[in-house]
């Protein structure tokens, strides 16, 4: 039986990463980088804004050493216009509230961010004492060491993680944790190819966890 079921949060738990992309998209045209949408989903999901930082630089970027602050503090602005919970999480989160099985997020986002998103959709309260944030540990996915926090705070023996990028899925694997990567619009070719279970509905989580 699962013990511990660890969510992801941008693009698991709320629909935030077509704003956050926009964002990006928008703020590195101002500094000679155009991009699509579908570009910056492909260049950047699941990443840290340092490494969005970097890759934007090598691509062409002429940004500025202030450029993680502005991006953020853009990206905060959008995310408190609106963002809204993805589809199935509150039945999901309420069947493992009904079930006793304890659950978390863990994210390479920031705390900060994350009490944006999930505040206004009513979920900061259910999370905040279990939030793991790379931004606070020091260290992002692909490593497994937020994964790993997680599952040592709760004393889970047999988590699952539910993911939607390659660096999660990446950090679950080598976590050895059974991952279910959640790629709702298709694409999830990559994801099973890292070793994870696809899903394109949250309502498909229960059966899988035998529950």
């Known amino acids: 039986m699962h013990d511990l079921i660890i969510f992801d949060c941008d693009g698991v738990l709320v629909d935030s990463e077509v704003i956050s992309n926009q964002v990006l998209v928008d703020n590195l045209g101002r500094y000679g980088l155009n991009l699509t949408l579908e570009d910056s989903v492909g260049f950047f999901l699941g990443g840290t804004m340092t490494g969005v930082r970097d890759k934007a630089r090598a691509l062409g970027a002429d940004l500025p050493d202030d450029w993680v602050d502005e991006v953020y503090a853009e990206t905060y602005e959008r995310l408190r216009q609106g963002v809204d919970l993805m589809p199935g999480i509150p039945d999901l989160l309420a069947m493992l509230d009904d079930k006793g099985i304890p659950f ?13 998103t999930l505040g206004q959709n009513g979920l900061w309260e259910r999370f905040r004492d279990v939030v793991f944030s790379a931004h606070v540990l020091g260290v992002a996915k692909p490593d497994p060491t937020l994964f790993q926090t997680a599952a040592a705070r709760f004393g889970a023996l047999a988590p699952v993680v539910i993911e939607d990028s390659q660096s999660g899925v990446t950090a679950a694997i080598r976590a050895n944790m059974r991952c279910l990567a959640f790629a709702p619009d298709g694409g999830g070719e990559k994801l099973a190819d890292l070793g994870a279970e696809i899903i394109t509905d949250m309502a498909e989580v229960p059966a899988l966890l035998g529950i």
């Open 104 to 116: 978390c997020v863990a994210s390479n986002g920031s705390p900060d961010k994350m009490e944006i």
